[in-house]
């Protein structure tokens, strides 16, 4: 048992020292290392801008932006935390715009047109099973609803935070990181954000 985890923990310091060493190349004006780097992160970058964002277009826009803003800042990556982390600061950040625009602009509805006419992306938002329970599918369906629109009352910056605390699974002073700011300061910030998504969802939690 000793010996897997000491063999794990070998596979990720190769690992750490291979980035490392892609990085430098990067750095030095290696376009086969950039490649292998956007290889390396594609999916998750895409899955995180996806689940912030709650839009494939949008998720692609900031995919592309964010590797675009890699290559052009990796020479300032000073290895003083991990790429992950420099990455998906960059990522929240693009995300954090796009939602301040469409705050401003208010363009975010759930409706979309499709070859058979309009489809609300909410009715989607059910549990295992639901469909074997029609009222339980419609709760689901409320519940979407409800928190779909509580998800727009949030600050973008709040929302940042509630998503990436409660759907992406990560610790406060990760996001805090991410955010360039101190976990305390994340810490309040989803508190805030909890606080009014318990108002806002009152009798559905």
Not at 16 to 32: T, W
Not at 59 to 87: G, K, M, P
Not at 128 to 157: K, V
Not at 173 to 189: H, P, Q
Request: hydrophobic share 40%; glycine share 4%.
């Amino acid at each position: 048992m000793l010996q897997d985890a000491a063999g794990v923990a070998t596979a990720r310091a190769v690992r750490k020292v291979d980035e490392a060493a892609v990085i430098r190349a990067v750095q030095r004006g290696d376009q086969d290392a950039f490649e292998q780097l956007v290889r390396a992160y594609d999916q998750s970058v895409l899955r995180l801008a996806m689940n912030l964002l709650r839009s494939a277009e949008d998720a692609r826009d900031v995919y592309q932006e964010a590797f675009l803003r890699v290559y052009r800042n990796i020479h300032a990556f000073r290895f003083d935390c991990s790429f992950h982390t420099w990455l998906y600061r960059i990522v929240t950040n693009i995300c954090l715009d796009h939602l301040r625009k469409r705050k401003v602009r208010r363009e975010e509805s759930t409706v979309i047109e499709t070859s058979d006419g309009p489809v609300d992306r909410a009715d989607n938002i059910e549990g295992e099973g639901s469909h074997a329970n029609p009222e339980r599918s419609l709760w689901n369906r409320q519940l979407g609803h409800r928190i779909h629109s509580a998800l727009q009352d949030l600050t973008p910056r709040e929302r940042i935070v509630f998503e990436l605390r409660h759907y992406q699974g990560l610790r406060l002073r990760v996001i805090g990181e991410m955010l360039g700011t101190s976990e305390e300061a994340a810490k309040n910030c989803l508190f805030r954000a909890t606080q009014k998504m318990r108002v806002i969802l009152g009798d559905l939690v």
